[in-house]
């Protein structure tokens, strides 16, 4: 009687738990969905997932080329503007 209860509540446990990492993700995902709207690529792109996605692909793979400190350099610091800023002109490749 006393295995059956300690094994109801590692599988109350375990359910928990799953719940808890899949709302992090879900909060995650939602969040990164934030920024690529925030930054206007929606709009820029007429929400062509394709176009979103070859960005993304290619800011990929500049991340794993060898101008990656550079690249992540010139990023953070666009990022740290556009945050700091109103989100006007976060599309403008000069900001």
Do not use: C, N
Not at 43 to 59: H, K, P, Q, S, Y
């Amino acid at each position: 009687m006393q295995r059956r209860r300690l094994e109801q509540v590692r599988a109350r446990h375990d359910a928990r738990d799953w719940q808890v990492k899949r709302r992090e993700r879900t909060r995650q995902l939602i969040e990164l969905g934030g920024l690529v709207a925030k930054a206007g690529l929606v709009e820029l792109t007429d929400d062509d997932r394709a176009v979103m996605f070859g960005l993304l692909v290619e800011a990929a793979a500049t991340l794993r080329g060898e101008q990656r400190g550079q690249s992540l350099l010139v990023w953070r610091r666009r990022g740290k503007r556009a945050f700091a800023g109103s989100g006007a002109g976060m599309a403008d490749p000069g900001a």
